[in-house]
Every structure is written in structure tokens, then in C-alpha cells.
């Protein structure tokens, strides 16, 4: 009787198992990429809103300060979506035809508020605070990037946790004097470093409280 | 002389059965002092109390395996193929209010009114929601303190079972209907002036709704209208005592600060059903704390001593040096012989033949105790539900002990009174009323706020006499048993939903202003008697303003009106003092005295009151203060009483045997059938150690049949056992077992810590001849000998003390607990599988004998250890420790493997087996503190001592640059404490009040022999007998280790025997 197998049979055998094992991890690493990938993370892409209102013109042509609608983003951990009535303070008289204006207008006068798409979204165990980040020197296109130049607001990073603790734990690659938070062309020195080991200094941030699981999560 | 026997931590050995029980040591239930093996295999088996383990018991290795590679791959497929979904932010329109910043709360001054009577409260209001009741340090009533119903209002505000639409003969109605429908009939009743117009309200201390009613009779033209007052938890016993001992219904106002020595005649004063609990429980805990260099408020005065005559085991009673227990109706008895001892003449010879030797010795211990003492310095006090003599007798005492204008005062009666006051109490009232309603010559009665189908007397048969009513109207807030079968229902509007006003139990007002418009569309008793009585609507708002505008002579009413809004008390309201004096003869004797077999004593419930929070989940899962049943109520009777009862075979109740005990636990829960006179009803009993024999107390509140999907229908309706000769207690009660048991769950076996001595307990006296001798109680391990490093600190060391004096068990912190950190309630059948939900528990310990044990309560949170045993043996680092001591749990990293809380050596971690909480109901998603993670099914959770309060702290100090101040944090247990028994803060500043706390001797760490290093520590229990009731107490001094410093006794180290199990004494 032949035997059913030939010597050949073990080098399929471990070409089989081998890749079987090679497709598995691929799987894996590519899921994990997926995962990790600006389309699952919405990074960079520009997110449609309800009412046409563009970052580029406000903050950038006109110059407007971030603080003029996100009025509580130094007091409270919420930054502030700006109610309608904040837009009624000027387009009461400036483009009152624009059918944009007319929708702000509707909301303003009628008391339904308009349902922005939320643009940074961090899971709901993630306790996130504004104010305590804009008075430590983090300035706000830090995370936000240059929406002066966003007709269409997006995300610019990928608010993993791994990027949150890049900066918790390296505070001094990032933060900025004072003066800069709100600056939209502030733009790291060539002596970041130094400088900012000099702020965190000044500025009594605690290297090692920042990396605490209950700094965020509770 | 005896020897009072000093207990040490004896290390029960529970894992061998014992035959004679060890009644030296603290135990819980009748298992744990009967050493049962139960207990202990349900403690260490994953599935307690009839659980059974999943069905596949024979999962192989390689099934495991599998079963693991596809859920595995099936979360991560889930996980990165799905894309983060768009969420959407809503930001106001207009803001309402110009203060409102988002994500930042607010608080508001208000108050709650409960039985009339108001307590303050600065209501948290996130983004217009109200999610958390703290106390208003400013108002008399709460001093910063706050009671269960309080903390647990927070649940019925967002009740889904509340009323929600008006019901005419039981169809869906209108507001509007109903005032295009009452309106002409009013007009048409003053034709009569309102004749047959009768208006039944609860214990109304409202200015504006008082001077509402008096209007209404006096100038718009309804001067024959009636007003009837009735409450189930009512205080008429108190009012009618006074007019009897005075001739006038003055209210008294106790000043605990000043008493050294003080008798309690069944009055469980720290209890929410005696006005001004919350401030007296204050009052009280300031007398008993123990200090030994550190000034505190009251330290210098020595302190307080209490005896208390009591039927049911209260909580006033666990805080009392000396406790008798007695029936109910005994203790007037008891009264006249000691006010006849201090020389009131208290009608005549007194018989004393039904009490014992030692009962005699104890009351004649008290009254040579009260007569020692300087005049002024001692107080008298009887409880509401003791008959008018007996506090006609206290008020005649406090006199002869010279404690008038010192320890007691009297002022103007606070509450309003009734247009058709009766003076033998609201009772009697109640009585003509029905007899009215019954004769028909009543045409038009409005139900204010109670449910009297429900709480009246059942003799009375209110229910009965409602049918002949043509026109009832009631407003209430749920569509409770009255609310059926009136003719409207009008849902009520809750107390943070509406303006009223309320004044406290030393006639403070305080405006209530609302947080949050009528979540279901509710309307205040206010509007309700504007509407009916001038035919128009006028809002709340305008009719309180309007009141107090009357009242206002000064110059800018709007300051005035702001101030007293910001404030959350209005000034100089208080009620005005009353000069009255004891009237001769003012004791009709001779006593009555208890000539029925049984006595059968009703009583509020301690977590649901009369009923009205039966279908508040919170109050529900709270255990009872003694008992710890929860989702229930019993028969309460002593252990001797249930023997005779039951017919047990227990030889010897002093000195029970396992085998007795093993019967007495197994007869919990046999019905019974209780009967008095024609009334019958069949309830479970709950033996209870310290109840007096030969008496049976019921709760009130249960067995509803209309309280919503939660409350009716559980437990056993008491009222139907209650008649109006009958109100509080009566001695003719005839109980006969009826087979048949019914399943009580009480968590007094819950998180067991196996039988050690965990309250550390002695007296005054020993403090004063060793302070340490509370550290000395159990020999600690040498330091070395932990596995672990000592942890060190930078910044802040959060730490926490426990003051075991102080506590009085009211459960304040557990409810806050729940509220602030939204614990959800998992229900009885859960409960009873060990898996209720605090975060913080009170355990309730007996110490001594079966029929007379002192018991000891002890609140127990996280320890927070330093060196803490969970975090050792989590396998994915779920639960670290921080720099700042905090034991942390990290939720989105737990993967349920439930190592930890196996690990947990006082069993303070909380599995969610089942997804708990409900995130589907619309209305609880606003109750929610959105500061905390609302934990779904299948992690641990557990005390964080409110991290996100922490967080905030931390955040506002840094953002202003300096340090935490101390006391700028306080844990929402602490907040809630109406005696400033749990003291947080940062343990690292010698300044703070924590680190001066820990530095007293008789602060010690829970099971702290085996170097967990708890963060959490206990100041002893430290109480102050008489000697004369308690014997001589005879102190050893400490020999060998005990007065070197801790953990210095290598000679006894190195034999893992002796650890924790040391005795010193």
C-alpha cells in the first residue's frame, strides 16, 4: 500500500500552518490598524455642520478671539457651544438675508437650539476639563489646530489615550506662555524644551499627579 | 463590684462548629454568634445563598479556550470596524439665566418639609436639573446635615410613577377642565358661605398656605368653610402634653449642649420623625466627642451621659450609655414613679410589683444621677408617641430639675393650627370629620398632600365615609390610594418644583424657591387654594411673594426678599419664646397601666416614613437602622417573646446554645397572625435582640396598594392594624402563629469580616486611666513584616475619620453616597444573593447577651489601604493606587474578574452582575450626577472617596495657584452627616482636621494588624456608664508589648497565630 504521505507533505503541512498563522496576525494587526486609522478616528476630515458657519472667516479674516463664543472654556470643563443668541449679537443686523443667519434666527427666536455635530467627542469616561488645561499653558490649537484656516471644523488628532498622555507626561513639548493660549499663530520656539521645562516650572504642573488613572477617569 | 469584662479582638475561629457561642465577642445575627458554618462557606463560595453556579460546571480547558478565541475576535471586530458615530451638542437658545455656565452647578437654598417641618437644604442644580440635596449650614433645623429622606427626595423627584396628568373619576383629565369646572361651583358656595367646604390637610407649617386658608374664611366670603388637620406621624401626644402641663400648646426646643445627664422616655430624638432631629442629633454628637488636646466645640464640658427607656430598639437608643427596655405601655408608669422621685406630685401611689430587680436598680441609678446633678444641667424628654401625661411629667421634671430657659425652652406652637382644631389632638378631628363626611354635611372636601385611604385610623373608615362626599377633590403627588377615589385628582408639584415656604422646628421660615419647573406638570397647594378660593390662577411664585411683601414693613423689599432667598432662611422668624409654667395637679392619676398580654407599638418606618416613599427604590434598599431588612417591614419582638410565641425549644435564653440560636435564626420570617381588637393581619417576624419582651412593633408604610410599579404591594399594611383608641400603641394584642414562613432579606450578614471585634469599644472612664487603650486592643504586626513597600507621598495624603461616638446610624451617608455617585438599586432577590450595590455600607453589631446587648454601629466606605490587597491581584491593572493615597478603580479597564473584592478584607467592592441601572428611563437619565461614570453591567465598583469632588478641588486650586485648603473637599458622605461624624482630608497637613483626628489615642485602623494601612480610620467608641448600673470597672495595666510603640512586639511576632487574635486585657 502507498503510503498516503509523501515526504513533500511535511513542507505543505508547515507552509499551511505557517501562513494560516501569518493570515491570523495579519487580520489582528490590520484591525488594530483600522482602529488606530484617521477614517475609524475621523481625523482630517472635515464634518458637515447643520448651519454653514465657517472658523476660517470668524477666527481667521475677522479675527475674533476663541473666548468671544466659547466663553467658558477658562472657567468651566465644558468650552461652550455658543447659543443662538451669541450669533444674534451681530447678525441682528450683519447678512440677515443669509439663509444660514435665517436658520440662527429661527432657533434664536423660537427657542428650538441647533444640533451641532459634535467634532471632539471623547468617550463618556473620559473627564475632560478645559479650564484647567487653557491656565496651564495649553493653548487652544494645540489640540484644535489652526481652525482659523477650517472653513469646515475638523479633527487634528486622534484623541487616543496614548496622545492625551503624550502630552501628561511630557507637558513641556507643548505648553506656552500665558499670553499665547488664545494666540492662533503662536508656533513652538526652536527652544521648546527649555522653555517649556521653565513654564511647567512656573506654572507648578505636577509631573507626577498628571499620569494618574483618576486625573481623567472616575 | 463586678468586673466589666473588656474585650479584646478574639479571633473566632469559625471554620470549627462550637457548641457554647462565645457571647464576649460582637456579633451580627444569631448565625454569627451561634459560629454558624454557613456563614462562612457563603462568604468564601462565588455563589451564596441558593445560587447555583452556571449549568456547564464541566467546561474543558480546550472549550474554555474557544470560547475565548471567538469572543476574542468577535470584540475586536466590533470594536475596529465600527467607525465613532456622530454625536450631536445642543447649546440654549437663549440662556436662561445669566449664571448658568455650563457644566458648572448651582446651588440653591431651600427646604424640605417633612410632617410640616422644615430642614434646610442647598439643592445642587447641574445645567437646571436638581441632583443632589446637601444641608444649608446657615439653617437652624440642618446646621449642614441632612436625613435619608433628604438625600433619597432626590429619587421621587424624578420618580416615572409620580402623577403625571389630572384624573377626574379615574379618566384623564386637565388642569384647565378642572378650573372651568370648580370655578363656578366655588362662585355658587359662597351663596352659603361655604358651608360644607372642608379642606383636610397634613401638619402645615407654611405661612402663606395658613394665612391663604384664614383668608379665604375671612375675607372672601367663606366663613363657614372647616379645616382638619391629619398626619399619620403625628405630634398631637406632644401637644396635648403640653396644654396639659401649661394649659397652653407651647412647642419646647431642647438645648442637648447643655445636659450633662439626660432621660430619654421613648423618644427617639435623632430620628426624623422628632422635629429638629438633624440639629439635635448635632447638638447631641458635640457632647459626646472625645478630645484629648485638640479644642473642639463643647470639649471642655464633660461629656454627656444618656439614658434612654425605650420599647423599640432605635437609633437613639445604640447612642445611649444606659438602655431599659420596656413596654410601650409601661413607661408611663415609669414616669409618674420617677417625676414622683425628683417630687412631682404625679398622682399618687405608683405600682411597682411588675418590674424586676435589676429594672428598679437601673431607674433608681438614673434619678439619683438626674437629682446629683447642678439645676440646669440635666433634661427630660418624651417621645411624640408616649400619651399626653408623659410629657406633661417630662415638662413637670425639666421644671423640678431646674432646666427651664437652660437645657429646654418653649416658644409659640410652630405649625399652623387647624381652623377646626380639636383638643384632644388631630385624631379626635379626624373622628368629626368622618362623622361629617358620613352624616353627608360634607359637600366639598380638598385633600391637601396626604393619603388618609391609606394612613387613617381603620376604624375610622375613611374610605368608607369618602364615598359620600359629592365633590373630592385631592392634590397629591402620587396617584395614590386616596387619589382613586376622589372625585379630581391633582398631581402635586414636589418640593423642588414649586414656591412655598415652610418653618423649622424652631419656627425659622424658610422660602422654598423651585429648581426646576414641574417635571409632570404638577401644581402647589398654593395654587390649588388661590384657584379655589378666588376662581382666578395665580401662579406660586406670586402668591408667596405676595404674602411676604404683607409681611414686610421695612424699606427695600427686594434686598430683603433676595437675601432671604440667597440665605435659604428668612430673619427673625423664629417663634417668639413662651412664658408658661407647670400648672398644679396637673397629672390626673393614677397611671395606666399595661394589663394585656402583648403590647402592640407602631412606629414610622425608618426609610419610608408612613408610606409616601414606598416607591423610592433608594429608601427601599436602604437597610433599616437596626434590623437591616430591607424591601420590607416585620413584626419585631424580642428573642424571649418570639420563644414564647413561637413555642421554641430554647432552653435557656441567657445562655443560649448553638442549637438555640440555629432556632431562632430559622423562626425570622414565620408569620404570624397579629389581632386587636376585630383587626387582624398576617406579617413575618424579625427577632430582635434589645426589643422589649412581651411587645411586637410594626412599621408603617408598606403593603400599599397605589404607591407605582415599585413600592406596592410589598411588605404588610400596618394601618390596617391601627385604630384611633389605638394611634401608637396598645396592650391588647393577641399574636398566634399561623405556619408558613415568608422571606425577610436583611443584610446583617453582608460583608462579613469573620467574627472579629471590629468595633473597638470601652468607656470614659478607661480613656481617662489609659487613652491608648483603644490602640492597645489588638496587637499589631511589626511594619517589616508586610510584603508590600511603604507607599510615600508628595503633595496631598487624602485620608478619612470615622467618629464611632458620633455616629447615629441614620444611613444619611449611604443615601448620599447613592445619589452623588449613581449607585444603582439591584432589588430584594438581588440583596438577598449578597449583592447590593453601596458603596458604603453600616455594619450593626450586638456585644453581650441575647435579650439585653449593647449594640455598636460602624460605617464602613473603602478603606482606601495603602497597601492594599486588590490592587495586587488585579490582572489588568483596573484598580492602582495615586500619588495622593487614593485607591483608584478604573471602570472602562475592568474586565470582571472579581479578584479584587475576594482580595478585599472588608468587603467593600461591588460587582454589577447585572446591568443595574436604569439608563433607559427618560426621567432618571436627569437624576444622574454627570461627574461620575454611570457604570454599565460587569465591573467592580466601588468608594472613590468622591474623586470627582477631588477633581474639582484640585482643579479650582491650581487654576488660582495655591493649595487645597482643608476642608475644601468633603465627600458626599461627610456632607450628608448630620453630626460631622466622617471627617475627610489631607493627612499630610498637621493643621488639618483629619491629621488632628488620627493623632487622638483612641483613633485606630480597622483590622490595621494586618498592615493594610487603611486611610480610613475609626475614633473609638468611647461611652460614659454609671457606675452604680455598670459596676466598678478594674483596668490592668498593660504588661509587656502594649506600651511599647505599635508594631514594636517582636517577642510575640513571628507565629502567624497570634495575629489579630491577641487578647490584652
Known sequence: ?218 | MTTKKQTGTQNHDNTQPRSTPDTGGQWRSFDELAGDQRLVEEAQVEFPNGLRPPPSTSVTRRDFLKMMTVSLAAAGVTASCSRQPIEQMLPYAQPPIPEQIPSLPLYYATAMPLGGFANGLLVKNMMGRPIKAEGNPEHPASLGGTNVFAQGSIFTMYDPDRSQVVLNTGQNSTWEAFRDTIAPIMTAKLADQGAGLVFLTETITSPTLVDQLARMRDELGYDQMEWYQFEPIDHANVRVGAELAFGEPVDTIYDFTQADVILSLDADFVAPSFHGSVRYARDFADRRRIREEHGEEHSEAPMSRLYIIENTPSTTGVLADHRLALRASQIEMVARMIAGELGVDSGGEIDTSMLSEAQMTWIEAAVADLREREPGRTLVIAGEQQPPVVHALAHAMNDALGNVDSTVRYIEPVAGQPFNTNADGDLAGLRELVGKMSAGTVEILVIVGSNPVFTAPVDLDFGGALERVNLSIHLGVFPDETAQVCTWHIPEAYYLEAWSDARAYDGTATIMQPLILPLFGGRSAHELVALLGEQVERSGASIVRAYWENQYDGDDFEVFWQNALNDGIVPETEAPSANVSVQSGAFPGPATVATGEMDLVFRPDPTIWDGRFANNEWLQELPKTITKLVWDNAVLVSPRTAIAMLGLSVSDPENPQVSDLEHLSAANGTLVNLSHNGASLQAPIWITPGHADNAATVYLGYGREQAGSTGTGIGFNAYKLRQSDAFWFTPGLSVNATGGTYKLVSTQDHGTMEGRNHVRAGTISHFEHDPEFIQHMVHTFPDEYSLLPPFTYEENAWGMTIELNACIACGACVTACQAENNIPTVGKQQVATYRAMHWLRIDRYYEGSLNEPDTLVQPLPCMQCERAACEVVCPVNATVHNDEGLNQMIYNRCVGTRYCSNNCAYKVRHYNYLQYIDEQTPSFQLMRNPDVTVRARGVMEKCTYCVQRINAARIDAKKEGRPIADGEITPACAQACPTNAIVFGDTRNPESRVAQLKAEPHNYALLGELLFVPRTSYLGRITNPNVAISGEEMFEDHGGHGDEPEGSGEDHGGSDDHGGGEEEH
Not at chain 1, 515526504?7 to 489582528?28: C, D, E, G
Not at chain 1, 479675527?63 to 443668541?85: K, L, Q
Not at chain 1, 496614548?162 to 507643548?174: A, I, Q, S, T, V
Open chain 1, 1 to 218: 500500500m502507498n503510503q498516503i504521505f509523501r515526504p513533500s507533505a511535511n513542507t505543505y503541512f508547515k507552509v499551511i500552518v505557517l501562513s494560516l498563522a501569518l493570515v491570523v496576525a495579519s487580520v489582528l494587526w490590520s484591525m488594530a490598524v483600522l482602529d488606530r486609522s484617521n477614517f475609524t478616528r475621523r481625523v482630517n476630515q472635515p464634518l458637515p455642520q447643520p448651519i454653514a458657519f465657517s472658523h476660517e472667516l470668524h477666527a481667521g479674516s475677522l479675527g475674533m478671539n476663541c473666548r468671544y463664543c466659547h466663553s467658558s472654556v477658562d472657567v468651566s470643563s465644558f468650552a461652550n457651544i455658543p447659543p443662538s443668541e451669541t450669533c444674534m449679537t451681530c447678525h441682528h443686523e450683519i447678512r440677515t438675508n443669509s439663509p444660514d443667519v435665517q436658520k440662527i434666527w429661527e432657533s434664536y427666536s423660537t427657542g428650538v437650539p441647533v444640533e451641532w455635530n459634535k467634532v471632539y467627542d471623547l468617550p463618556d469616561h473620559v473627564y475632560f476639563n478645559h479650564s484647567i488645561h487653557v491656565s496651564k499653558g495649553v493653548g487652544c490649537t494645540t489640540c484644535h489646530g489652526q481652525v482659523n484656516e477650517m472653513p469646515v471644523v475638523w479633527r487634528v488628532h486622534d484623541l487616543t489615550m496614548g496622545w492625551c498622555l503624550d502630552c501628561h507626561r511630557n507637558p513641556e513639548k507643548y505648553v506656552r506662555p500665558l499670553d499665547q493660549i488664545y494666540s492662533l499663530e503662536w508656533q513652538p520656539p526652536a527652544n521648546q524644551i527649555e522653555q517649556g521645562l521653565q513654564l511647567v516650572e512656573t506654572y507648578n504642573i505636577n509631573y507626577g499627579e498628571l499620569d494618574h488613572c483618576n486625573i481623567c477617569h472616575r
